[in-house]
């Protein structure tokens, strides 16, 4: 078993969104709820299998090490969506084990792969599905568009700057900060069900 160094400490098991990430837990791809900070900027975006595939689709496309396969899902979706290195790697070890991918020479002390006769085949009989996981990495790139235009930007910043300068006076009740929050639950109910 070949190993993989890097210098990751986040646990393997998160995938994570990218820094302008947001949305409802409960309601990522796959079902999944979030991990972390009660559910909600992280969630589960493909199971082990489904990154196995498309990281062996993308190492197919052309050799890649760890790093790139991270930027290139990170600019497929638009930057919506990054998963960890403690994602990549591991399953870039399992891949090699499996014998669908294989290193390559490369420069630099990054480890490269390329993908395999076997890797081909078994992208050959997935086809389907990869097309899909490639698809549902479009529409996470649609998503990022649509919720992370320049109106949306600014009416966020509008609402961010009215909260520090009315709840940062000195002497405010905590009615007030209630009635505050009691707005904003009020506004995104209203926006659901737009």
């Known amino acids: 078993m070949r190993g993989f160094h890097h210098h990751s400490q986040e646990p393997s098991h998160r995938h994570h969104f990218g ?8 309601h990522g791809w796959e079902g999944h709820a979030g991990e972390g900070h009660g559910g909600r900027g992280r969630r589960r ?7 196995r595939l498309v990281l062996l689709k993308l190492i197919a496309d052309e050799p890649r090490h760890g790093y790139e396969l991270i930027r290139a899902i ?3 979706t638009g930057g919506r969506y990054v998963p960890s ?3 990549i790697y591991p399953t870039l070890t399992m891949l090699d084990e499996m014998g669908h991918i294989a290193e390559v020479k490369s420069e630099g002390a990054r480890k490269s792969f ?5 890797g081909t085949a078994h992208l050959d009989e997935r086809k389907v599905e990869v097309a899909a996981l490639f698809a549902r990495l479009a529409e996470l790139a649609g998503l990022q568009e649509r919720t992370d235009s320049a109106p949306v930007r600014r009416a966020m ?6 909260l520090i300068l009315r709840l940062g006076r000195d002497g405010v009740q905590k009615q007030t900060v209630h009635d505050a929050v009691a707005i904003i639950d009020e506004a995104a109910q209203r926006i659901e069900r737009l």
Do not use: C, H, I, Y
């Open 74 to 76: 990170e600019e497929l």
């Open 85 to 87: 290195p403690g994602m």
């Open 45 to 51: 975006v493909f199971d082990s299998g489904e990154l």
């Open 157 to 162: 910043g509008n609402l961010r700057e009215a």
């Open 19 to 26: 820094r302008r990430g947001f949305g409802r837990p409960g």
């Open 114 to 118: 390329a993908v395999t006769p076997d």
